[in-house]
């Protein structure tokens, strides 16, 4: 009986010791990444060619020196046609507690359609603050990753090696 509840209080501290943790900027520093691909392709029966595959790959790079860069590419395609996005980010960033501020020095975006050319985009966005509440976790595998919040969400990247 004593051990159990021994151990269930030693459970709670490290719990309790767990989400106390704030972010450090030493924490942050490194490369951080997510992404997934499809590995369904379509084949043309006339050319031979298979379509470029869908997919997304995000990655973030936190500098000692407080600069980041964000790259983002997302592809999808579909009857043929391969939409793409780019994102390219650039700046300075501040951890304040458990709130990551962003302060962009570049935010371009190349828009890319493979079947109209007129879709084709590129623009530079507005510069500005972008604000995250910052968390840290642990997989499964014991990999570290970063979890960024906003108003559109959550989103979650692991520490390259």
Not at 3 to 10: K, Q, Y
Not at 88 to 102: A, E, I, N, P, V
């Amino acid at each position: 009986m004593k051990r159990t509840l021994f151990a269930t209080l030693l459970a709670i501290v490290f719990v309790a010791a767990a989400l106390g943790q704030e972010v450090t900027k030493s924490d942050l520093v490194g490369t951080w990444s997510n992404g997934g691909m499809s590995m369904i392709g379509e084949r043309n029966t006339v050319t031979g060619s298979t379509t470029p595959s869908n997919g997304h790959t995000f990655k973030f790079v936190f500098s000692a020196n407080g600069r980041f860069a964000f790259t983002g590419l997302m592809n999808s395609t579909q009857y043929g046609c391969t939409l793409g996005l780019f994102n390219d980010k650039q700046g300075s960033y501040s951890l304040d507690g458990d709130t990551l501020t962003l302060s962009l020095s570049k935010n371009f975006w190349r828009n890319t359609n493979s079947c109209s050319a007129a879709a084709a985009k590129t623009r530079n966005y507005t510069l500005g603050d972008e604000t995250y509440a910052v968390s840290t976790k642990t997989d499964e595998y014991g990999k570290a990753h970063i979890c960024l919040t906003n108003d559109k969400g959550e989103t979650c990247y692991r520490k390259e090696n």
